[in-house]
């Protein structure tokens, strides 16, 4: 059974900085592509980065862009997104989801539960 984890949401401060992580287990093929979305309340899920298996291809969010990284540790089997400059617009619950075409452009074949992440201003 495949499943996909995400931590390392929580409360901050305008300004401030989370990263969050995503595991995965049950998968017999490591060539997926990892993306990031968020929902906030009354609000449509948004797009907020991806990467492909390798790394090498990142795409980010307008909203987000130049404030999130997306990374993967290859040994952990573990995707990060760095987010920095936080704001209080950035409050949702946040996901992480796997492309298992490997090329991050959808759809997304599996999702995890979401983590949390409250700005406060």
């Known amino acids: 059974q495949v499943q996909v984890l995400e931590s390392g949401g929580g409360w901050v401060q305008t300004g401030g900085s989370l990263r969050l992580a995503c595991t995965t287990s049950?998968?017999?093929?490591?060539?997926?592509?990892t993306g990031w979305f968020r929902r906030a309340p009354g609000r449509e899920r948004e797009f907020v980065a991806a990467?492909?298996?390798?790394?090498?291809?990142?795409s980010y969010g307008n909203s987000v862009r130049g404030r999130f990284t997306i990374s993967k540790d290859h040994a952990k089997e573990t995707v990060y997104l760095q987010m920095n400059n936080l704001r209080p617009d950035d409050t949702a619950t946040y996901y992480c989801?796997?492309?298992?075409?490997?090329?991050?452009?959808?759809?997304?074949?599996?999702w995890g539960q979401g983590t949390q992440v409250t700005v406060s201003s």
């Open positions: 989801a796997l492309d298992m075409s490997g090329r991050a452009s959808g759809p997304y074949d599996y």
């Open positions: 049950g998968l017999s093929n490591s060539n997926y592509a």
């Open positions: 990467i492909r298996w390798s790394g090498a291809n990142k």
